[in-house]
């Protein structure tokens, strides 16, 4: 059965960017989203990026998961050089390589919970792990829960079948779109507290856009954008720290 548990280049980062702009439109009117971005992303750790309004955080995250291509630069995932790659194996390298967690949930209403787990698995025609997949049910609390519509769930527990499904196919990184976004406080921090659990207990890596300091603080490291370019990084941050240098970036731009 094919196992996603040993990437393909144990040694590589998860994500390495060199050099990537990205710049949409041309002539007069080309806007430049990223201008330049060299950031090495190592594997099981949990990364925040933060930013002002059109600062390219969203952009970032697009070539980050191969999403959307770099105008140049390259971007290696686990170790892997998307540039240049097809369509047909971009999509196959999102499905079976990279999770995602968006704020609007996406999952598919017609499925119950543990269809919508698997739906990576069946689409990219793996086998289900089914221990693996009982295990992540009970990490994000979904026992008992299996057999529901996702419309029949709250917000929070609509989050948490999301998150297993990101997880089920073992990804090289979790991408996240303001994933606490849509969700009330104290559910909000449920989420992130599942995600810091991934990256402590499974050696998951996680990349997530917020513009809230208090789920940045659940990163090891903070990466700031501004104009399309790395404004700053910061370790071990807490939420205080983190509103201070969003306050700094904010009278620059
Ligand atoms: N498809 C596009 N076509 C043209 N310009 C775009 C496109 N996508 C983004 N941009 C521009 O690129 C810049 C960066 O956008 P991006 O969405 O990455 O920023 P962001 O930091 O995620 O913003 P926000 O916090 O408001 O979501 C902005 O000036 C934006 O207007």
């Known amino acids: 059965m094919p196992r996603r548990d040993r990437p393909a280049r144990p040694d590589a980062a998860a994500v390495q ?15 430049t989203a990223l201008d330049g971005v060299t950031i090495t992303i190592p594997r099981g750790t949990f990364t925040a990026v933060m930013g002002p309004s ?4 969203s952009t970032f995250l697009h070539c ?26 971009l999509t196959e390298l999102r499905r079976g390589r990279v999770g995602f967690v968006f ?16 739906l990576p698995l069946r689409l990219s025609g793996t086998r289900t792990d089914q221990a693996w997949l ?13 057999r529901h519509r996702p419309a029949q769930l709250s917000g929070g527990q609509q989050q948490r079948v999301a998150l297993a499904r990101a997880l089920v196919t073992r990804p090289e990184v979790i991408f996240g779109d303001e994933p606490t976004g849509a969700l009330d406080t104290a559910t909000g921090r449920d989420v992130l507290t599942l995600l810091r659990e991934a990256v402590d ?5 996680v990349v997530v856009v917020t513009h809230d300091p208090v789920a ?8 700031f954008l501004a104009d399309g370019r790395i404004a700053g990084t910061l370790d071990a941050p807490s939420a205080d720290l983190v509103a201070g240098r969003m306050a700094g970036l904010g009278r620059r731009v």
Do not use: H
Not at 54 to 57: I, P, Y
Not at 139 to 146: A, D, W
Not at 216 to 223: C, E, H, P, T
């Open 134 to 146: 009982e295990e992540i049910i009970a990490r994000v609390g979904l026992t008992g829960r299996t």
């Open 64 to 89: 980050a998961a191969g999403l959307d291509t770099p105008t140049s630069g390259t971007v290696l995932l686990g170790g892997t050089d998307l540039s240049g790659m097809s369509e047909v194996r």
């Open 216 to 223: 940045a603080g659940y990163a090891d490291r903070v990466l």
């Open 54 to 57: 059109g600062s390219g955080k």
């Open 17 to 31: 960017m060199t050099s990537v702009r990205k710049v949409y439109g041309k002539g007069t009117g080309a806007v």
């Open 103 to 118: 704020q609007a949930f996406n999952l598919v209403p017609s499925l119950d919970v543990r269809r919508n787990i698997e």
């Open 201 to 205: 207990a499974l050696g998951q890596t």
